[in-house]
């Protein structure tokens, strides 16, 4: 799976402003929202069920990525979004660093395997460290289309 | 000098059987068991090989439910490593769908 397959591109955000977890999976729940993909009215219910399974453990899995996610009944198909905070968000991540990047990823409930697939593309791009750089310095949604583009495309993963 | 080579390893092999696969949270409980062993650990899959010890690395594993895993590791600890991983996996690491494969759930 690519990111071009379950990026919305309208919902991506180069400059996030939260600087919670919390308030982070807010305002990146709003872009989809927005961004036309998901209800306006399943919001509330959506950002609860992340927060609810970042208590299970956080989703910021080290190198300053966090993958918060959930599963949403009336999803048909996997949307997720990509923001970049230059100042970093205190998300208890597993290594306790920061995190700058966050993929956030809405399921349908009966597939698990795209969000397994979801997550192997973002963990293979983040291997490399020139792809997880450049994201972090990326200043507008257009940069990081097209970083996402090439990664796509194969241009870092060797 | 002892001419003992004393580097032990250990391989099993085991099958995912949790509904949601080797997602973000078993590939987060997998790294916590593995680095808990000095043992290097290695998880294969269809003949790719990745870092036990590394959450990023085992999620692009993308294990499914169903897919058979080859734990393998190399140290002092080699053995109880495989065995603490290989039950961790077949316990489905105790989510939903996994741990009734008895019957009795």
């Given at each position: 799976m690519k990111f071009c397959d379950f990026v919305c591109k309208e919902a991506i955000q180069a400059d996030l402003t939260s600087v919670s977890k919390e308030t982070v999976i807010r305002e990146m729940v709003g872009l989809l929202v927005s961004a036309g993909q998901i209800a306006d009215g399943d919001r509330d219910s959506i950002i609860g069920a992340i927060m609810k399974r970042e208590e299970l453990g956080s989703t910021g899995i080290g190198r300053g990525v966090a993958v918060p996610h959930t599963k949403h009944k009336r999803l048909d198909r996997l949307v997720g979004t990509v923001g970049v905070s230059s100042e970093g968000i205190d998300f208890d991540s597993l290594d306790g660093e920061k995190v700058q990047l966050l993929f956030l990823l809405i399921s349908p409930e009966d597939r698990p395997g795209d969000h397994l697939r979801a997550l192997e593309n973002i963990s293979r791009q983040l291997r490399d460290d020139t792809f997880c750089r450049f994201l972090k310095q990326a200043k507008s949604a257009e940069d990081i289309q097209q970083l996402l583009a090439e990664a796509d495309n194969n241009q870092f993963v060797s | 000098m002892t001419a003992e080579k004393s580097e032990r390893s250990a391989t099993g092999e085991v099958t995912?059987?949790?509904?949601?696969?080797?997602h973000a949270r078993p590939a987060h409980a997998l790294m916590m068991c593995a680095s808990g062993f000095q043992s290097n650990v290695e998880i294969v899959k269809d003949g790719e090989c990745v870092d036990g010890k590394s959450i990023l690395s085992l999620l692009t594993l993308a294990a499914a439910r169903g897919t058979r895993l080859v734990i393998r590791a190399r140290g002092d600890d080699a053995e109880e490593a495989v065995a603490a991983l290989t039950d961790l996996i077949a316990r489905g690491f105790g989510e939903d769908g996994g741990g009734a494969s008895d019957g009795t759930k």
């Open positions: - | 995912v059987i949790n509904e949601q696969g080797l």
